[in-house]
């Protein structure tokens, strides 16, 4: 499909003259280029070609025509186009299944309003509503920890976590001053400005296991920033040390799953991948997650711990494999 | 698109939309400019029907309703017009709160598979007069995963109701194999993308992650080849699959560790050697016994034999780790 953000030119053309219809006063140039996504340039460039076209015959009054009064366009001749192009089924899809989603979250203040404008938005789309729409999204709802995380950041109040952290397997309590919810993959985060670690921090709601909105105001320093989390919630570390695994076919999803610094295929259908990263509690706990299907290949002293902890574990079944040396057999 | 094109596109609307009249092919090219002009030539007339036939199908991809019939039994050929009334958007009116619904809701396809179709339904509603803020701002921010290749062939293939053939590969399966499904459509459950359907070579609905499809699907045969049951409901479908049958799993775990297991087990006391006994609900063993192997001596499987001896495989494999080349 297109890029996000941009509209196709044709799609855009066709928009533009009932655009301006619906906005008899006129309309900034710099705002409509907002509204579709586009440059001042582009859209100026787009009113240029529309002035060309019009009703057959093309004589004078035949054309599109719009006015220029200093920044703002209005139209003064639309030659019949008064309204879009009705929905195609690709965008009542787009439409409805994100209303829908949206719909499914608990606490939201504004479903009554989210299910209106579903209702009028299925009924302007029409047939390419109607059927059953072949794309449903489903996300993990975590109903308590989001109402009351909710009601922190709109009376922007700081909140009090405990917080499961999986790589040290500890419960840990903080006070954080939150700034937004992110719903990224299906999963539920919260971006907060953490006071115990002074740092921007995302909390996964599903490892919240108690939230106290308190009475104190939640204030972000100025050095907290939003995350980017277009590429993914975990983040790259550029100047950490490299932790090299060899991971099978299966484990093939953590070169998706986590920002990697390399990744070459492997025979076999694996692949050698390079992750950058400070803790390797982290590391050692995913690797053994993995539970043979990925080998570290560096540092050499994680391996030799991740196959320790192994052995002792086994002892526990009774079950007794000894270190075989590399140039056995 | 070159302008020239898509000047020639929007005059050929215009036209078309301004008359009642079905307007033959020959009119077209007299009345609609940039079209190549009819000097006698066989040359100019093939340019001619290249051209329209090019437009007539990239109007129609768009979702224009070109028409074509006769206006009256004398015509001898026939004409195009587009019915205003099957065009043109339906009056919409939204609230501030429900326009704002609206904005908050698209930014679910920020940078995932529907984008471009956000994009321009976001569009269409502006130009029909609806004010969507979209930078309102609500510290809320919800996104869809994009990395999903598969995602686009079978959205069509279910939009369409074509059959589709991929090759899909299971987990524990060495080699993909190829599987032949009425596509009914895709869903985002808990952070993943399925393919819900009708396998036809097994006759049962199935579901299929779309990250283990291998390759680009295929669609195959005419549009509308099928119906999907009428009360489907795709997130359903998933959810009773991937919430199969639920599994009891009792571990013992050391006092103070485990606590990540801690957190949704039951705990069933002590156990003889003084370790905590713990019951643990799942519906994904193996995913629960790649957890509990990276618990290493923390903790011990009791029950299932099953549970006990995926974990057992586990160790044995990192065992060796660092050893062997």
């Known amino acids: 499909m297109t890029q996000p953000g941009t509209t196709d030119r044709m799609t855009r053309l066709l928009a533009l003259i009932p655009y301006l219809t619906a906005r008899p006063q006129g309309v900034a140039v710099a705002e409509a280029a907002r509204d579709f996504g586009v440059t001042d340039r582009q859209l100026r460039s787009d009113l240029e070609l529309l002035w060309m076209c019009g009703l057959p015959g093309h004589g004078p009054g035949d054309l599109i025509d719009l006015s220029f009064e200093g920044e703002r366009v209005r139209v003064t001749f639309t030659a019949g186009m008064v309204r879009p192009l009705r929905m195609t089924t690709d965008e009542a899809v787009a439409l409805v299944v994100a209303l829908r989603t949206l719909l499914e979250l608990p606490g939201l203040a504004e479903r009554e309003a989210v299910s209106t404008a579903l209702a009028k938005v299925s009924t302007a789309a029409g047939h390419a509503a109607d059927r059953v729409t072949p794309v449903a999204v489903s996300v993990d709802a975590h109903e308590e920890a989001l109402s009351v995380v909710r009601d922190g950041l709109e009376r922007k109040r700081a909140l009090h976590l405990h917080y499961y952290v999986p790589t040290r397997d500890e419960r840990t309590e903080r006070t954080v001053d939150p700034m937004r919810l992110l719903l990224v993959d299906g999963k539920w985060y919260l971006e907060a400005w953490c006071r115990r670690v002074e740092g921007v921090r995302l909390f996964r709601l599903d490892r919240v296991d108690d939230v106290v909105v308190l009475e104190e105001p939640a204030a972000p320093p100025p050095q907290a920033h939003e995350r980017d989390v277009d590429n993914g919630v975990y983040q790259p570390e550029p100047g950490s040390p490299a932790v090299r695994l060899r991971v099978s076919r299966r484990a093939r999803w953590v070169a998706d799953y986590y920002p990697v610094d390399s990744v070459a295929p492997l025979e076999g259908g694996g692949l050698a991948v390079t992750v950058r990263t400070a803790d390797l509690a982290w590391a050692r706990r995913l690797v053994a997650s993995l539970g043979g299907e990925a080998v570290v290949v560096e540092p050499a002293g994680l391996a030799a711990e991740i196959a320790a902890d192994a052995r002792a574990a086994l002892g526990r079944y009774g079950v007794d494999v000894q270190p075989t040396p590399s140039d056995a057999g | ?325």
């Open chain 2, 1 to 325: 698109m070159a302008a020239k094109r898509a000047e020639r596109l929007v005059n050929l609307v215009i036209a078309l939309l301004s008359t009642r009249q079905y307007v033959t092919a020959a009119r077209i090219r007299a009345t609609v400019p940039g079209y190549e002009a009819d000097d006698g030539s066989e040359r100019a007339d093939e340019a001619f029907k290249r051209m329209f036939e090019r437009d007539k199908a990239e109007l129609r991809e768009m979702g224009v309703p070109l028409e074509t019939g006769r206006t009256s039994a004398f015509d001898t050929e026939d004409g195009y017009r587009i019915a205003r009334a099957d065009y043109e958007l339906p009056e919409i009116h939204l609230t501030g709160e429900e326009a704002a619904a609206v904005g908050l809701a698209l930014r679910l396809w920020e940078s995932a598979q529907m984008a471009g179709a956000a994009h321009s339904a976001l569009v269409k509603l502006k130009a029909a007069g609806v004010d969507v803020d979209t930078s309102r701002s609500i510290p809320l921010q919800p996104r869809l995963d994009a990395g999903e290749p598969a995602f686009e062939p079978c959205y069509a293939a279910a939009r369409d109701r074509r059959r589709l053939e991929f090759d899909y590969q299971r987990p524990d399966e060495d080699a993909p194999t190829r599987r032949h499904v009425q596509p009914w459509g895709v869903v985002a459950w808990h952070g993943r993308w399925y393919l819900v359907g009708l396998d036809l070579d097994r006759q049962a609905p199935r579901q299929y992650r779309l990250s283990r499809v291998v390759g680009t699907p295929k669609s195959t045969g005419p549009a509308g080849a099928f119906e999907p049951p009428a009360d489907l409901d795709l997130a359903d479908v998933v959810a009773r699959q991937v919430g199969g049958d639920e599994q009891l799993v009792v571990i013992r775990a050391r006092p103070g560790t485990a606590i990540g297991l801690r957190r949704h087990a039951v705990p069933l006391g002590p156990g003889d050697d003084g370790d905590d006994r713990l019951e643990l609900r799942t519906t994904e063993p193996s995913a629960l016994a790649d957890q509990l192997a990276a618990y290493g001596a923390d903790i011990v499987v009791e029950a299932p034999a099953a549970v006990r001896d995926a974990v057992i495989a586990r160790l044995t494999r990192l065992a060796t780790m660092g050893t062997t080349p």
